[in-house]
């Protein structure tokens, strides 16, 4: 009997499919994933591959992304409950309410946001290029959805930008506090503090390094430091335990788990590949609309 991970990659093989998943991902999954990183990777090779099926082993927002950009390929999502909780905190009539509120000011939207949200920005941005997204648009005002606190570090980046930014947040970095993070500086004096910027700008900045999810992984692979502080989802605290063994991690808290994107397991990959089920379906309206705010942040953030 062939255990699941050779099912999966035979099926793989079988049907041209690639899967794609994050690095907040089961760890188990990078055993039959194609390509694991942040946001920004997992989109541009979603564009690049001339896979018939993309399996995204991520969340709702993100294999929706990947079917906005690749219209034609087939995109499944092994659990369709895994929802993100900060993109759920914006719906189509809030978006157009906030609009309303600041009129004549371009809206920058954050890739963890629905297609429909997406339809009614100018252009989209990830963790990674949030600030060159902003920056490119030379406007003295930016409007900017869902997440409060990385339009907040975005403004705190750049002079003479002021962002005004919708109160949405993801509640598993949103938790982590100043004391946090001045505990663990006392704790691990020789550690890096490696933040994401989904957390509070004020905690943000008490980082040594403060990025993407694939930013701080890069950045452990370059330093010559030993001792990291995690501050953003486990899953990339286990993936850097696991590649780097010679180096020492700590998370900031135990509770650093979206639970979201643990709900995907190899069962389901393998049923949706397996049944072609679960498929990402769009209107092709909203798909237009949302294509053209992505590509207008591929074609500044290649
Ligand atoms: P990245 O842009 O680092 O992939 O972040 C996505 C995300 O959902 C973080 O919570
Ligand atoms: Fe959404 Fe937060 Fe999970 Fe990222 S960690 S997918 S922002 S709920």
């Excluded at 998943?21 to 090779?45: C, K, P, R, T």
């Excluded at 993109?87 to 963890?112: E, G, R, T």
Aim: aromatic content about 6%.
């Amino acid at each position: 009997m062939k255990n699941l991970v050779e099912r999966i990659r035979e099926l793989k093989k079988k049907k041209n499919a690639i899967i794609l998943a994050h690095s907040y991902q089961n760890i188990e999954i990078d055993e039959v994933a194609d390509f694991v990183g942040d946001s920004l990777y997992l989109s541009q090779m979603a564009k690049a591959t001339e896979a018939d099926i993309i399996v995204f082993a991520g969340v709702y927002f993100m294999a929706q992304t990947a079917k906005i950009i690749s219209p034609e390929k087939k995109v499944l999502l092994p659990n369709l409950n895994a929802g993100c909780l900060m993109a759920d905190m914006i719906n189509l009539h809030q978006m157009m309410d906030f609009k309303k509120s600041h009129p004549n000011i371009p809206v920058v939207c954050y890739i963890n946001s629905t297609a429909e949200v997406k339809a009614e920005c100018d252009i989209c941005c990830t963790s990674s290029n949030a600030l060159e997204i902003v920056k490119s648009l030379n406007s003295p005002k930016v409007l900017f959805v869902p997440d409060a606190n990385l339009g907040k570090w975005v403004e705190s980046k750049l002079e003479g930008v002021e962002v005004i930014t919708y109160d949405g947040n993801c509640p598993v970095h949103n938790n982590i506090t100043i004391t946090d993070i001045e505990t663990a500086r006392v704790k691990y004096p020789d550690a890096k503090i490696l933040i994401h910027p989904e957390c509070k700008p004020e905690v943000s900045s008490l980082g040594d390094y403060i990025g993407s999810t694939s930013g701080i992984i890069d950045y452990v692979k370059n330093s010559s430091d030993k001792k990291f502080v995690i501050v953003t989802e486990k899953g990339v605290y286990d993936r850097l335990r696991r590649d780097y063994p010679d180096k020492e991690f700590v998370l900031i808290r135990d509770n650093m788990l979206c639970e979201s994107m643990k709900l995907t397991t190899l069962e389901e990959i393998l049923h949706s590949l397996e049944y072609e089920v679960n498929e990402i379906t769009l209107d092709e309206n909203v798909r237009r609309l949302s294509a053209g705010c992505i590509e207008r942040m591929l074609k500044v953030s290649r």
